[in-house]
């Protein structure tokens, strides 16, 4: 039998070279058995023709694959699958098991129930998705990057790959955290003072296991990020909300008897609200009298693109109250899972042992290739061509939203990723979001963002992170033909 050249599709989000994209295509369909031994693969021109590729680059991958003995060449007849190639065992489909396992009574804590933002797992297929904390691959410096990977892998930084640090971090990686981000934000540490995590949801996670515990008092923002709901809620403290409006978290709602705040001040989940100098003051002054300790979780920070970000709440402490964290991954990807923990000597010595016990360390090539990006200036040229993309959408958002008359309930004065929306009050925004499905659009549903108690349901966010400018009028115009309807 021959294999049509139909069957080969290029998937343009694929790592690496058309070459090995192709040597993949052809290893996957043979030990998947979809390409069966002694089947005629497409002649090279024939193949190149259909896909848009040089024929040397499906010469070259056929060569490759005839090496490993996948293929096998027969003179002018052509390349088919080798009678020795490479198969997956066929174990068979695993048996039907009962657990004998009362489950619910051997497990101490559950986190399956933990609030999510629901999107679904394709959300790429959708022509409007309004979804947050998503890239747009297009914006993204995919040549510097892959450069720097390959510095990382090379034989001088071998010693980032191979070794472990224990509880070190990569030292070029903190050298920069200190020398450039922090300073951006007004903020001046030593390195003793930094910590790397896995991302900003790692940093808030290990801050209140060193923090709390039964006891202690937590306060966080309501409405707030969910999944610091649901950090706290393993924390074995008492956990207390603090109401936000339109200038963010309010320092004289904060409860007595608070020993860790838990606030964004500099853009607030979700409602993308800046709390300006005189609550921030406020809130230091409270800490200071009261003595009890602020987490300021600072993302997006980079996007302010409206007017210049102000100084982060670290950079005004004068007691080493507050405990900063950062993170890379909204500006760079999401999938990167990198941030950092800043705050003093004492705190930090604490959180790198907590660390220890769950992880030792984010891995060293990946600190070192981030080390490269940002060192090298390909992280602040990312970050002005993100700026530019992000405030040529916003604003176009902002018009069709006044063009169709939907109601923005938060606005962020410095730029951001994203607007809080409210729909009238009879809207529930759950089903709303499941009935635009269909139509190609994703919006988040607000009530996950709430306290459990009297948890509204009208509100919504909608991103411009990772949906095309020429996409989001048509968006916007679904959204309030469906709020229409409801």
């Not at 003179?75 to 190639?85: H, K, L, P, W």
């Not at 396992?101 to 679904?120: E, F, K, L, Y």
């Not at 007004?186 to 896995?198: M, S």
């Not at 963002?449 to 992170?465: C, E, Q, T, V």
Request: net charge neutral.
């Amino acid at each position: 039998m021959s294999i049509s050249e139909e069957l080969f599709f290029l998937d343009p989000s694929f790592d690496g070279t058309l070459q090995k994209q192709l040597q993949h295509i052809v290893a996957e369909g043979v030990l998947s058995g979809r390409f069966p031994v002694g089947a005629k693969l497409p002649s090279s021109r024939r193949l190149a023709q259909h896909l848009g590729v040089s024929r040397i680059t499906v010469t070259l991958a056929y060569t490759e694959l005839v090496a490993s003995d996948y293929l096998t060449s027969r003179g002018r007849s052509g390349y088919f699958v080798s009678e020795t190639a490479p198969r997956l065992p066929d174990f068979g489909d695993a048996p039907a098991r009962e657990d004998r396992v009362d489950w619910g009574a051997h497990i101490a804590h559950s986190h399956s129930r933990a609030a999510r933002v629901a999107r679904p797992e394709d959300w790429r297929a959708y022509p409007y998705p309004f979804i947050y904390g998503q890239t747009d691959k297009r914006l993204f410096d995919h040549a510097n990057w892959r450069q720097c990977a390959l510095m990382a892998l090379g034989q001088r930084d071998f010693a980032s790959l191979t070794e472990d640090y224990y509880d070190r971090d990569d030292d070029k990686l903190v050298e920069f955290i200190a020398r450039h981000s922090l300073p951006r934000r007004g903020i001046r540490a030593r390195r003793e003072e930094i910590l790397v995590t896995l991302g900003a949801q790692n940093a808030l996670w290990i801050a209140s296991q060193v923090l709390l515990g039964e006891g202690r008092r937590a306060v966080r923002e309501n409405p707030g990020y969910p999944q610091l709901r649901d950090i706290l809620s393993q924390s074995r403290a008492e956990v207390l909300t603090v109401p936000v409006d339109g200038r963010g978290l309010i320092p004289d709602a904060v409860p007595k008897g608070a020993d860790v705040v838990f606030a964004t001040p500099s853009h607030q989940c979700p409602t993308a609200a800046t709390m300006p100098m005189d609550r921030r003051r406020r809130l230091l002054e409270r800490a200071s009298a009261e003595d009890f300790l602020v987490v300021e979780d600072d993302y997006e920070f980079e996007m302010s693109f409206l007017t210049p970000p102000t100084p982060a709440l670290k950079s005004l402490d004068q007691e080493g109250r507050v405990i900063y964290v950062g993170s890379f991954s909204k500006s760079l990807f999401p999938g990167l899972r990198l941030g950092y923990l800043v705050g003093s000597e004492a705190f930090i010595r604490e959180a790198r042992a907590m660390r220890a016990l769950m992880l030792r360390h984010p891995p060293g090539h990946i600190q070192r290739t981030v080390a490269y990006f940002l060192s090298l200036g390909h992280y602040d040229a990312l970050i002005r061509r993100m700026s530019s993309a992000f405030q040529q959408r916003r604003a176009v958002m902002e018009e069709a939203i006044a063009q169709h008359g939907l109601s923005v309930a938060g606005r962020d004065a410095l730029g951001g990723s994203s607007l809080w929306l409210q729909a009238p009050p009879h809207v529930d925004t759950e089903a709303l979001a499941l009935g635009l499905r269909p139509e190609g659009v994703l919006i988040e549903p607000g009530a996950a963002f709430f306290d459990d108690r009297d948890r509204p349901r009208n509100f919504y966010r909608l991103a411009y992170s990772s949906i095309p400018r020429t996409a989001i009028p048509e968006g916007i115009a679904r959204i309030a033909r469906a709020i229409a309807r409801a």
